[in-house]
């Protein structure tokens, strides 16, 4: 889920405290675009709920793309902007996160989240959409499809794991995980407003290599809810998922990143990710190189041809 930053849990670890980037830069800046693009006007849909908000643009065969955590909806405008000629395209905003209102203190964030997101799929009368999901995004998608196999087409994780927690030995449980959860929530309810940025600005440089979209992470990021985030990291960390990957019957295919220079070596990544999703049925590895946690930002192009491929299989 997270960048194998330094190769080291500790410094996952507190790399995760951050995953919270736009490809936007933050304060308004939009992704650019082709010059001659045809224009697709974007609708907010009537669909209402304190978990989440939609934005569509486009027609044709639904996508849904869901961020990660602490991040905008911004982070997909690339894709967004590239796949609405040929696709309709569901940009969600999670509650809590890059300035969406959240209302429930610190109550449960995943389970409920995902259960509005099968609530809009429902009322939006969508056909078995695919799921592109980033990071916690990925988490959801996956989770989404071992709860309700009916519901979606297909499902590509981005450099998101079963059970974030695994990044720190394969012999790690929940249970094992559950302490350091709470901690790292802790962490994040205590922060000064100058602490927190501090560290968020120095994490965002294990999860990507562009400098723009670095100092995007921490806008969204310090425009977050601090109990919203608080209540997904620990969740996120204490959620294994891999219990249910051998029953599923949804294609799955998990993007993964490696980079040479600062990031994950190849060969840990596919390690990684391989023993991971071992037991998913039918399952498509796709590593990208020379990239951080931010598949999209960092190897765009890379990403584009990988999701054209995905939705066309």
């Not at 509650?95 to 099968?118: I, N």
């Not at 602490?195 to 965002?204: E, I, L, V, Y």
């Not at 990507?208 to 425009?223: F, G, H, I, N, Q």
Request: net charge neutral; glycine share 8%; no cysteine.
């Amino acid at each position: 889920m997270l960048h194998l930053r330094h190769h080291a849990g500790r410094s996952t670890l507190r790399a995760f405290l951050l995953v919270s980037a736009s490809f936007a830069v933050a304060g308004g800046f939009i992704l650019a675009t082709t010059a001659d693009a045809a224009p697709v006007q974007a609708a907010s849909t009537a669909f209402r709920s304190d978990r989440l908000s939609v934005e569509v643009v486009g027609s044709g065969p639904d996508v849904i793309l869901i961020p990660g955590f602490a991040s905008s909806r911004e982070v997909w405008r690339a894709e967004a902007e590239r796949l609405k000629a040929t696709h309709r395209v569901h940009l969600v905003q999670l509650a809590g996160f890059a300035g969406e209102r959240w209302t429930h203190g610190g109550g449960p964030f995943v389970q409920p989240m995902a259960d509005e997101l099968v609530r809009y799929v429902r009322e939006a009368g969508l056909q078995r959409p695919a799921v592109i999901g980033h990071s916690m995004g990925g988490m959801t998608g996956v989770l989404l499809a071992q709860q309700h196999p009916d519901l979606l087409g297909r499902v590509m994780s981005v450099d998101s794991l079963p059970f974030f927690s695994a990044l720190f030995g394969p012999q790690v449980t929940a249970e094992i995980a559950r302490p350091f959860a709470d901690q790292t929530a802790a962490g994040i309810l205590a922060a000064d407003e100058a602490g927190f940025r501090a560290q968020q600005s120095q994490s965002a440089i294990g999860l990507a290599r562009d400098p723009a979209t670095r100092a995007a992470m921490v806008e969204w990021s310090m425009a977050s809810d601090r109990q919203a985030m608080a209540s997904a990291i620990r969740e996120v960390m204490t959620t294994d998922l891999r219990p249910g990957l051998a029953a599923m019957t949804t294609p799955v295919w998990a993007v993964y990143a490696a980079d040479a220079d600062g990031g994950a070596p190849a060969a840990m990544a596919d390690a990684m990710w391989g023993r991971e999703y071992a037991t998913l049925p039918g399952v498509r590895l796709v590593r990208v190189d020379g990239s951080r946690h931010f598949i999209m930002a960092d190897q765009p192009a890379r990403f584009a041809q990988i999701v054209d491929q995905f939705l066309a299989d």
